[in-house]
């Protein structure tokens, strides 16, 4: 345990200066960011009620993030935890440390899920912030009172969950392939399946592991959906244990162990 | 025995890498693993790291056997495997501070090898802007960093200054004579590693051909008689007629096994008597350069 916990510790030393990293941030940052500046700048939303244009902004950001980027995020996430020792031909002089095999791997899996996580929460207090800010700088605008916090939390939480099936399939293949064609080919054409599958609303569509973060982002409530019609404003519930995430969970750890048994026969070149 | 292999065998496929390979490594001693490029040096090397998985054969090392004890004995063990493997985005000082990080050692360790490999002035530099033989001295002291009890070194002199090759050289003399550590050292230069080893072993296509003391080595070093003389060929063939072995020709000189002072004189007269001008003939031992090539060569 403790050497999983260096370990983590080490992944993190490692790569607080790379791109990888402060990708974490740039992303929710910039995504909040161009939302921000796309409803300042017209004025399609004014005299929407409070709760319905929360729903709109989050949720126009929410949807951009859930359906292409965030599979795009694990790849590349995946990719650059693992890149870093291939850049530097280490994986040699880390297995060659008297630390086990597995705190090497689990800590390199569970830093990259970190890395997701803390990204993926990130939109929440961007979206906040930058929604508040918006009813300041446009009083038009009528962000006034209505707090999205919870249901955010919960969104990108269930939308974190449902990435983990992705991640342990791109975490291994960005540990055995050295170049990022491969892996991230994979992703892509993987991501383009799921997208089709997803929006065909295929009956086991949540069982392929690329599909189900398009699932999950597909039940988030809609800015324009029927039933916020009249003016009534139905309370919105967020259910986090649904069938796709079960199968994301499921594949997250059959392939994380799978992959730990291939490290573990594995010769270091 | 610090090191001890028996059997070891290694195949890339249809491709015997390490054949039967059985070392002895003495504590206390440095051992140079010789052999030209591609004879099975780094396998060989990747194999007591467990960084390969042994196919044939057995590795003990600290007296115990390597991959049911793998943790225990890779925390005694600093080593550099070819190139060094450091991360060019960090700094040399903190390529150190994550492995001390790791490894659980006080950070003054990490100023006191900064110190020892003379990169005090390159410290806060990142790694990615160091010349070859400042890498080669972060991945030393990344070796050195745990007070390993075996320093396993694959061609740790590549890149590195003739400055820098003496340092190294003081400064494992000095670990192993002053500190007891066991230093295991790869190169395919026997020149170098000839003043700091204490035995040898030299290697080609995966076999050991040669496996000992630096004396052992010398004693196999047999004598030669260097001739200088006017018409090198024709004097060739003219003592190759005489049943004399000839062993070498070259532009200015002939040179045939030596057998006595005698001989010596037998050949100088037989010459000089059959109009061949001699410059000069002397009894000279061949030095183990030669030596280890022709080791290698009739492998």
Redo the contacts between chains.
């Keep these: 345990m403790k050497a999983l916990i260096l370990s983590i510790r080490s992944e993190f030393y490692k790569s607080r200066k790379t791109a990888g990293f402060w990708s974490v941030v740039i992303l929710p940052l910039f995504l909040c960011l161009v939302l921000f500046i796309n409803f300042l700048s017209n004025n399609n939303a004014v005299g929407t009620p409070s709760m319905l244009l929360w729903i709109q902004f989050a949720g126009t950001i929410f949807g951009a993030m859930g359906t292409l980027l965030l599979p795009m995020l694990v790849v590349f996430t995946a990719y650059s935890v693992n890149n870093i020792e291939h850049k530097s031909d280490t994986w040699k002089t880390l297995f060659s440390l008297p630390i086990s095999k597995f705190s090497i791997y689990a800590a390199k899996y569970i830093y990259a899920m970190f890395i997701i996580l803390i990204c993926l929460m990130l939109f929440v207090p961007f979206t906040v912030g930058f929604g508040n800010l918006l009813g300041l700088l446009k009083p038009q605008l009528n962000f006034g009172d209505y707090s999205m916090i919870n249901i955010l939390l919960k969104m990108y939480f269930k939308l974190f969950l449902s990435s983990l099936g992705i991640l342990s399939i791109q975490f291994i293949l960005s540990l055995l392939f050295r170049d990022f064609l491969k892996p991230m080919g994979i992703g892509f054409v993987a991501t383009m399946a799921g997208v089709i599958l997803a929006s065909d609303h295929l009956v086991y569509a949540y069982l392929f592991p690329y599909a189900q973060q398009m699932l999950a982002a597909s039940e988030m409530p809609q800015p324009h959906g029927q039933h916020l019609a009249g003016g009534s404003l139905p309370a919105i519930t967020i259910e986090l244990f649904t069938k796709e995430i079960y199968a994301s969970l499921i594949t997250a750890s059959v392939i994380f162990f799978a992959g730990y048994f291939i490290v573990l026969k594995k010769s270091v070149k | 025995m610090v090191i001890d292999t028996n059997g070891l065998t290694y195949n890339f496929g249809d491709q015997a890498v390490v054949k039967s390979l059985s070392l002895q490594v003495e504590k206390g001693s440095i051992y140079g693993f010789l052999g030209p490029n591609g004879a099975g040096k780094t396998t060989t090397i990747?194999l007591l790291?467990?960084?390969?998985?042994i196919q044939e054969g057995s590795i003990h090392i600290f007296g115990k056997e390597l991959q049911s004890n793998r943790?225990?004995i890779?925390?005694q063990?600093g080593?550099l495997?070819?190139?060094p493997?450091?991360?060019?985005?960090?700094t040399g000082k903190?390529n150190l501070?994550?492995?001390a990080?790791?490894?659980?050692i006080p950070d003054k360790r990490v100023d006191e090898m900064i110190d020892l490999v003379n990169l005090n002035h390159a410290a806060n530099k990142k790694a990615g802007q160091y010349s070859l033989g400042m890498k080669q001295r972060l991945g030393i002291a990344?070796a050195l960093l745990s007070d390993p009890k075996l320093i396993i070194l694959d061609e740790p002199t590549n890149g590195l200054d003739p400055n820098g090759i003496i340092e190294m050289r003081e400064l494992l003399i000095s670990l192993t004579k002053d500190h007891g550590k066991t230093v295991f050292i790869s190169s395919h230069l026997l020149a170098e590693i000839e003043r700091m080893a204490t035995h040898v072993g030299i290697i080609n296509h995966g076999h050991l051909l040669f496996q000992g003391t630096i004396k052992d080595l010398e004693t196999r070093n047999k004598p030669s008689v260097q001739i200088e003389i006017d018409n090198t060929v024709d004097a060739a063939n003219y003592l190759k007629r005489n049943n004399i072995l000839v062993s070498d020709v070259t532009g200015q000189h002939i040179y045939v096994p030596y057998v006595s002072k005698q001989q010596i004189g037998d050949i100088n007269a037989l010459l000089n008597q059959n109009g061949f001008v001699v410059y000069s003939i002397n009894k000279q031992q061949q030095d183990l350069e030669k030596l280890f090539l022709a080791i290698t060569q009739n492998a």
């Design positions: 990747k790291l467990n960084l390969l998985q943790i225990e890779l925390s063990i080593s495997i070819e190139q493997a450091i991360y060019l985005h960090l903190e501070l994550n492995r990080l790791l490894l659980q990344l």
